[in-house]
Each structure stands twice: as C-alpha cells, then as structure tokens.
C-alpha cells in the first residue's frame, strides 16, 4: 500500500519560499505520474505541478516560473520548491501518485483514484 507523507509547510512573508516533501513509502522510480494539489479556501481542489516517472513536468498557469516539482528516486521523495510566493498561494497542498498511464500526466489529470498523503498547510501573508 501506498503511503504519502508531506512536510514543509509553513507561513511565510510574500516574496519568501518554501520547500515542501512529499515522502512515499514504495518506491517513485516507476510512479507513473505525481502531482502537487493545493486546496484553497472556499474553492475546489486544483493541481499545482505534476512529474511523470520521467521526470517530465507541467505546471497550473498562476505557479508557472515561481514553484518547481521535482523528485528523488532514491529517496522516494517528491519535493515542490515554492518561491516568490503570494498570499493568494495559501492553501492546504497535497500530493498525490498514481503507478496507472490510463490518462496522460499532466495538471489536467484529476488524480481522484490515485494515493495522496494527508496536506500540508501553507500560508503567504502580505
């Protein structure tokens, strides 16, 4: 069984970073597909960054060029960097893995069947 554990999470000023983990404990080497999720207050659960096997990624278009999904398979930790943050990037992220290719990786992917950890909570203030 796959679990998912983040850590990182935080509050920091606008303007600052933050690293988030994402420790799974299988392997990553061949997860087909993870992503970052963030869920904002009052809206609905969005995708932030997704990482195939690969290591291809695709970003949401509000976190393009600040945040950066990454991965170590030896670790079997995923990681997103987060800088230049904004208050509106507050919100509970999440990641999420899946091992099944039925669908292409990429922030279009809901995700909803796949294993994700439990969040971690980020707060930007201004």
């Known amino acids: 069984e796959v679990r998912l554990l983040e850590s990182g999470?935080?509050?920091?000023?606008?303007?600052?970073?933050?690293?988030?983990?994402?420790?799974?404990?299988?392997?990553?080497h061949s997860?087909?597909?993870?992503?970052?999720?963030?869920?904002?207050?009052?809206?609905?659960?969005e995708a932030v960054a997704t990482i195939t096997s690969t290591a291809a990624t695709t970003y949401a278009d509000p976190v393009k060029g600040r945040f950066t999904i990454s991965k170590d398979d030896a670790k079997n930790t995923l990681y997103l960097q987060m800088n230049n943050?904004?208050?509106?990037?507050?919100?509970v992220y999440y990641c999420a893995a899946d091992?099944?290719?039925?669908?292409?990786?990429?922030v279009q992917?809901?995700?909803?069947?796949?294993?994700?950890g439990q969040g971690t909570q980020v707060t930007v203030s201004s």
């Open 109 to 116: 992917r809901s995700m909803a069947d796949a294993r994700w």
């Open 31 to 45: 997860m087909y597909c993870m992503a970052w999720f963030r869920h904002l207050p009052g809206k609905l659960r």
């Open 99 to 106: 091992s099944r290719s039925y669908m292409s990786c990429g």
């Open 85 to 91: 943050l904004k208050p509106e990037d507050t919100a």
């Open 9 to 28: 999470g935080g509050s920091a000023q606008a303007g600052g970073s933050l690293r988030l983990s994402c420790a799974a404990s299988v392997s990553i």
